[in-house]
């Protein structure tokens, strides 16, 4: 059965320090990849998402970017963080064929002071 | 227009009772449609999805479709207060690959 892992799974940071957040999936191979974020009492918003290795596609301008280095490797970075980057960031995968039901990891919560 | 409405709540429901969840989308092109259950502080795990007009059933759950009223449904009978939690409907985008479109959220609360 696969698994989606992420880490860490809370984090504090101050604004203007860097962030690197990590996912990886188990049991599939070549999975579609998401990172989302959910801010408070917000729905999710859908940041990146990548179809394959060093494939990268953003949703939403904004100071984070996205990389793919393995094929389960999905990694969601910033270089100096804002206040308004705090949240619920969510990582998901799913098969990218059929009804492509997607399946999400237990998430990091970020709050940036 | 948000692309996917759901009404926030909270809904209070009795135990024992039908819950009714209700989600409209804008896209007519939409294929796809997801619900999904979110504890507080806890990710979305997903409940069922529907791709065709009429009902589908999965144990307690039922989730129906209208496409022609841009309409999705999730209904929960035998509401235990273990079902309080917010629920999440999600749809496809059209075109493509898959992109889902996530309403905020409707907060339900299953009372004793």
């Known amino acids: 059965s696969q698994t989606i892992h992420q880490w860490p799974a809370t984090l504090v940071q101050p604004v203007g320090s860097p962030l690197s957040l990590e996912c990886t999936v188990e049991?599939?191979?070549?999975?579609?990849l998401y990172w989302y974020r959910q801010a408070a009492g917000r729905g999710l918003q859908l940041l990146f998402y990548?179809?394959?290795?060093?494939?990268i596609s953003s949703e939403v301008p904004q100071n984070l970017s996205a990389s793919r280095p393995q094929d389960r490797q999905f990694i969601l970075s910033s270089k100096k963080l804002l206040l308004s980057d705090s949240g619920f960031y969510l990582c998901?995968?799913?098969?990218?064929?059929?009804?492509?039901?997607?399946?999400f990891g237990p998430g990091t919560r970020l709050t940036v002071l | 227009q948000k692309e996917v409405e759901q009404n926030s709540g909270p809904l209070s429901v009795p135990e024992g009772a039908i819950a009714s969840l209700n989600c409209t989308y804008s896209d007519r092109g939409s294929q796809s449609f997801f619900w999904y259950r979110q504890y507080s502080g806890k990710s979305p795990e997903l409940i069922m999805f529907?791709?065709?007009?009429g009902d589908k059933e999965d144990g307690r759950f039922t989730a129906q479709l209208n496409k022609a009223s841009q309409y999705v449904s999730l209904l929960i009978r035998d509401s235990q207060p273990s079902d309080s939690a917010t629920y999440l409907c999600a749809v496809n985008r059209a075109g493509g690959y898959n992109k889902l479109i996530f309403g905020a959220g409707t907060r339900l609360a299953v009372h004793p």
């Open positions: 049991g599939t191979s070549n999975p579609n």
């Open positions: 529907i791709y065709s007009n």
């Open positions: 998901a995968w799913s098969l990218g064929q059929g009804v492509d039901t997607q399946y």
């Open positions: 990548s179809v394959g290795i060093g494939q």
